[in-house]
């Protein structure tokens, strides 16, 4: 077999998910259902801006007397269909861009357009349906300082790497009954505001089927608004599922030459392998790194967590490294080490 046909060989569960997509989607269509595209916070700097959205054909459904939805379980989440490789009409700026998503009906894509730094908006349209509207936190060139935090065991509470209790949390708790780790929204806010136009990113390993569930438990659990970058689950072109691993160091080392003249906070827990993976982005990139704060995990959190992540070896003449179990804990030593004041 020649090496370019080893390259471009696509996993048989790939191409299985494929058709799946593609005979929900034609079936959806068939009722009478319409793709619509929900934008993503993003981010983006000079020149620039990381646009990030999904095309899908979702369900209706009926909010409450209060604009809400009465009963948001995980599942709904996942019923959504992709729409792969469809697209869409992006205006920013004022100028109008056609982008295309992904074989998932992901968009991830970086759009030039001139943008003041802070907070700037732009639509996103598929389909010739009414656009809606989007974020993306523009980073001016003097800032200096970021926080980027992982939200599963993090910043909410999950014991995600444990199969049943992520398949549960997922698929089947009320949103609402979602609970916040102590202090992290306090702390968060606290660096937000001490570091003005700074970024936030939530970085994690979770799906994207759950990023407007992730919004709206942000939203109202107080933390700070941030750009949102999550993974699409399922098979890739050459294996099963994707690496968490790998997608978390692969958008680290994008923030590093996207903006090298920012230093990042490294928020995760001791759960999985957020240790390791800062671990390793430090010693890769250790002008990038203002410092590490990791949540530890209870002894119950740990058992369901399938155990603690050994400990890495990791420098402290590099960037302060500091572990406590909840945001309080991490807000006094981040004080102590002068990132708070």
Not at 22 to 44: C, D, K, N, Q
Not at 54 to 67: C, H, K, T, Y
Not at 208 to 229: D, E, I, Q, Y
Not at 269 to 296: K, L, S, W
């Amino acid at each position: 077999m020649s090496e370019d046909r080893a390259k471009t060989r696509i996993h048989w569960f790939a191409r299985l998910e494929h058709r799946v997509h593609v005979w929900r989607e034609s079936r959806a269509r068939r009722r009478g259902r319409t793709a619509t595209v929900l934008p993503f916070a993003g981010y983006g700097g000079t020149g620039w801006v990381r646009v990030v959205g999904r095309v899908l054909i979702v369900p209706p459904r009926r909010p409450n007397a209060d604009g809400e939805y009465a009963s948001v379980r995980g599942w709904r989440s996942f019923v959504g269909i992709p729409v792969g490789f469809a697209r869409a009409d992006v205006v920013i700026a004022g100028q109008r861009h056609e982008v295309t998503a992904d074989r998932g009906g992901v968009i991830d894509t970086v759009i030039k357009a001139d943008l003041d730094p802070g907070w700037q908006t732009f639509t996103m349209s598929v389909e010739g349906q009414k656009p809606i509207e989007g974020s993306a936190f523009i980073v001016g060139d003097d800032v200096t300082f970021g926080v980027l935090s992982d939200i599963d065991d993090t910043v909410m509470v999950t014991a995600l790497p444990r199969p049943f209790v992520a398949a549960w949390n997922s698929f089947v708790v009320d949103e609402h009954a979602r609970l916040p780790v102590p202090g992290m929204a306090v702390l968060l806010e606290q660096l937000m505001r001490q570091h003005p136009g700074s970024p936030m990113i939530y970085l994690s390993t979770g799906a994207w089927n759950v990023a407007p569930t992730l919004s709206r438990f942000m939203s109202r659990h107080l933390f700070p608004s941030g750009a949102m970058l999550l993974t699409d689950w399922g098979p890739t072109h050459d294996r099963w599922f994707r690496s968490g691993r790998e997608h978390k160091l692969r958008n680290l080392r994008r923030l590093a030459e996207e903006f090298p003249h920012v230093r990042w906070l490294l928020i995760g827990d001791d759960g999985q392998h957020d240790e390791a993976i800062y671990t390793e982005f430090m010693n890769e990139h250790p002008q990038c790194v203002a410092g590490v704060a990791i949540r530890q995990l209870s002894t119950a959190e740990a058992v369901l967590a399938g155990g603690r992540a050994s400990s890495d070896d990791h420098s402290e003449d590099t960037a302060p490294w500091v572990a406590a179990s909840d945001g309080a804990g991490l807000r006094e030593q981040l004080t102590d080490v002068g990132i708070l004041h």
